[in-house]
């Protein structure tokens, strides 16, 4: 079964550290790939998405995200944590059937 | 309008009762999605138009569950008969293509429903 997993529903990183957040997909298929953040009280907004162009892709606010094929995986960098980083984060996989499926989330807190 | 704008922003109602929640969509959007999102859990597909048609009602979770589209623009997704389960918050989101296109969604800030 296409499936997206988020591993870790809650991640606390110090303020200036590397922040990594992990995202595995299960399909024979490369499909596009999203991360998608939601900050307090807020709608959900685009990061970044893979549509089969450079496997290295960069986003907003310093984000970035490697496509690995080998590994179906997708995980979210960014070098150096800011205290705006504070929110929500989904993966989300478009396996071609007309919908986005999302992961469970990652909660990221940043300690001060 | 600039945005996906969503009423009403919270809704509290009796088990039991009927519900509309409603999605305007960015003007010029052809599609929109309907996802539901539980307290500690990911977002739930419920359903997708494409115009006014829905090609994807897999996600509707019961016959309680209903939504409808006019032309490309307002959507609106009615629950009838509310349980507790049916307690979240409701995501619309529209987009300039369908998924197929690789378009970015843009989503509403949600409608939160409590049912007691």
């Known amino acids: 079964a296409q499936s997206v997993t988020q591993l870790g529903s809650h991640v606390s990183v110090s303020e200036g550290a590397l922040v990594l957040l992990r995202c595995n997909y299960s399909?024979?298929?490369?499909?596009?790939l999203f991360w998608y953040v939601q900050y307090p009280n807020q709608g959900l907004q685009l990061l970044l998405k893979y549509t089969s162009a450079a496997t290295l892709v960069k986003g907003i606010n310093g984000f970035e995200a490697e496509f690995k094929k080998s590994e179906t995986s997708f995980h979210l960098t960014k070098p150096s944590a800011h205290m705006s980083d504070a929110a929500e984060y989904f993966c989300?996989?478009?396996?071609?059937?007309?919908?986005?499926?999302f992961g469970t989330g990652t909660r990221l807190t940043i300690i001060p | 309008g600039a945005g996906v704008s969503q009423s009403p922003s919270n809704k509290v109602t009796e088990k039991g009762k009927d519900v509309e929640l409603r999605c305007d969509p960015i003007?010029?959007?052809?599609?929109l999605y309907w996802y539901r999102q539980r307290l500690g859990q990911g977002l739930e597909f419920l359903i997708y138009?494409?115009?006014?048609?829905?090609?994807?009602k897999s996600g509707l979770p019961s016959d309680r569950f209903s939504a409808e589209r006019t032309g490309e623009s307002v959507s609106t997704l009615t629950i009838q008969r509310t349980q507790q389960e049916d307690s979240a918050v409701y995501l619309c989101?529209?987009?300039?293509?369908?998924?197929?296109?690789?378009?970015?969604?843009?989503f509403g800030e949600g409608s939160r429903l409590t049912v007691l």
């Open positions: 989300a996989v478009f396996f071609g059937n007309e919908k986005l499926t």
């Open positions: 399909s024979s298929v490369p499909p596009y």
């Open positions: 989101a529209s987009s300039l293509q369908g998924p197929g296109g690789t378009g970015e969604l843009f």
């Open positions: 138009f494409q115009g006014n048609s829905a090609p994807d």
């Open positions: 003007s010029g959007h052809t599609a």
